[in-house]
């Protein structure tokens, strides 16, 4: 039989139902909080590699950042308007929602992307502390 979303299982415990996600409307998108999520490097290199138009999975982007840190500039770009998200299966599908933006802000998304194909492109590097560690030299006995 098969278990319910909130239903009690005796292999798994309670399942819970899939976060509804926010997506703003058009109305709503804020040209502050749409700069705000943009000028991050991170985040522009998300928005760089969806403006060809194609819906991605969220584990395909091959940023080197813990798991939360990228969850995170996620959720900055869909509140600000600029992606929707859609789960599908397990995954959840990212995409660019260009034509809201375009339409609340004429040109931002081409100047941005533009500019940021020109700029020279430093790779995006894991904070400090999440850099792999060179283990301690441990001094032989010879």
Do not use: N, W
């Not at 509804?20 to 000028?39: F, G, K, M, N």
């Amino acid at each position: 039989m098969p278990v319910e979303h909130g239903q009690r299982s005796r292999d798994c415990g309670t399942l819970q139902p899939m976060r509804t996600l926010v997506h703003h409307d058009r109305a709503e998108l804020s040209l502050p909080t749409v700069l705000y999520a943009l000028s991050d490097p991170v985040r522009l290199q998300i928005v760089q590699m969806l403006a060809s138009g194609e819906e991605r999975p969220c584990g395909t982007f091959g940023l080197p950042l813990a798991k939360a840190t990228i969850s995170h500039h996620f959720k900055v770009l869909r509140e600000a308007g600029i992606i929707a998200m859609r789960p599908l299966g397990t995954q959840k599908l990212t995409s660019l929602r260009r034509a809201a933006v375009d339409a609340c802000f004429p040109g931002l998304l081409d100047a941005v992307l533009g500019a940021a194909a020109l700029s020279p492109a430093a790779p995006v590097q894991p904070p400090a502390g999440l850099r792999q560690r060179q283990p301690p030299m441990v001094a032989s006995s010879a």
